[in-house]
């Protein structure tokens, strides 16, 4: 199946909007938070507990499942898989409580933990070694557009019907993109198993694990504040549904742009320069976050940088890893997904802990620290790997 045409497998778009639907359903909790506190009558800390438990699963549970599903032909894993997704989401949608809720969404995000590092890791059999970082980076713009589209769309209907409703449109979704996925991947897909000795030797690498931190770095520093966007966001700027979702919509047109300008350059510069870039982005935001609270057009522009790096970082990551070692690239990917919803988690998980003590305004010095630390360990990561930081990886 691999190619060495221009033009990418039809497969290929099929895994983005897996990925546009799957984030879509991850980020749905930030973006109807506001809705569900109320609706539910629990605090916003707790409320954001839905993301800490959701994201402590998807961590832990991503290499667990790349072992488990090893000898399983992608085409189905993947459908199944979207189909679980929509069954699950679609549950939530009706959950009488929050204590039926959360269990559900544990269950839920069973799905992401399957989909992106399988959809990720089947790419290597889908191209040949010259396109294999832009697919990868194309099959993780689904990330972007689902911030442009899906997240704007879930604070608009939460505001307007109810995060529900949000959660069912996310469900009915996934049920499409199964079918489509079913549709367009060729049977027969299978990334080499994963024996111990391939873990231990991705766990003994020191370059590949030090790439996996600067993820896990990245996502923490960023899920500390933006888990709570729109619980900031109301206290700071009084913005409710409409403003909300125009907010988030802003964001993910620059994250769209940002994911697609790393697809188009990331062969030419190297995967390392392009993380470095959009930490760098990212960090800026941070640094001038206070600037934001002097009206919204004012936030509007300082969360451009932070929108541009956002996703296109973890493109780059995937693509990095891959680099480094084809071979791994099971196991790295994996672990790589592992360390972006380990991340959420602990971002999730100290917000809201910042936010019980009355902290919400600090939150992003915090984020700002560990985005300093993730560049300085993707720093330390190229140059152990070999050369310069900037030589372009083959």
């Known amino acids: 199946m691999n190619t060495t045409s221009s033009t990418l497998p039809r497969a290929l778009w099929a895994l983005m909007v897996g990925n546009f639907v799957i984030g879509t359903g991850v980020m749905v909790v930030p973006g109807t938070l506001n809705d569900i506190s109320v609706s539910l009558g629990v605090s916003i800390p707790q409320a954001g507990q839905l993301i800490t438990a959701a994201a402590i699963l998807m961590g832990l549970g991503a290499p667990v499942f790349a072992s488990l599903v090893a000898g399983w032909d992608r085409r189905r894993l993947l459908a199944i898989s979207l189909i679980w997704y929509g069954v699950l989401t679609a549950a939530c949608a009706i959950a009488p409580n929050y204590a039926a809720l959360l269990p559900l969404r544990v269950l839920a995000v069973i799905a992401p933990a399957v989909f992106t590092p399988q959809a990720a890791a089947s790419v290597g059999l889908l191209v040949g070694p010259a396109q294999r970082g832009r697919a990868i980076t194309f099959v993780f713009l689904g990330w972007s557009v689902a911030s442009v589209m899906g997240m704007p769309l879930s604070a608009w209907i939460s505001g307007e019907l109810g995060w529900r409703w949000a959660f069912g449109l996310v469900a009915a979704m996934s049920f499409a993109s199964g079918a489509w996925v079913w549709r367009e991947m060729p049977d027969g897909i299978k990334p080499a198993a994963l024996s111990r000795e391939a873990w231990g030797r991705t766990i003994g690498s020191a370059t590949l694990m030090m790439a996996v931190g600067v993820t896990l770095l990245s996502a923490f520093g960023q899920f500390t504040l933006f888990s709570y966007f729109a619980p900031y966001f109301a206290q700071t700027l009084g913005a409710g549904g409409a403003a909300l979702s125009l907010m988030f919509l802003w964001f993910g047109v620059f994250g769209l742009a940002?994911?697609?300008?790393?697809?188009?350059?990331?062969?030419?510069?190297?995967?390392?320069?392009?993380?470095?870039?959009?930490?760098?982005a990212m960090a800026l935001s941070l640094l001038l976050w206070p600037l934001g609270r002097h009206g919204f057009w004012a936030q509007a522009l300082v969360i451009v940088p932070w929108a541009l790096g956002c996703f296109s970082c973890n493109s780059a990551q995937q693509a990095r890893l891959v680099q480094v070692s084809p071979a791994l690239a099971p196991a790295t990917v994996a672990l790589n997904t592992s360390a972006m919803y380990g991340g959420q988690a602990l971002g999730a998980a100290l917000g809201g802990v910042m936010i019980a003590q009355g902290r919400m305004l600090d939150l992003h010095e915090v984020g700002l620290v560990v985005m300093l630390a993730a560049m300085a360990l993707s720093v330390w990561a190229a140059r152990l790997h070999a050369g310069p930081l900037y030589q372009k990886r083959s």
């Open 258 to 280: 940002g994911n697609m300008a790393v697809t188009r350059f990331i062969d030419r510069i190297g995967a390392p320069m392009a993380v470095l870039v959009t930490l760098g």
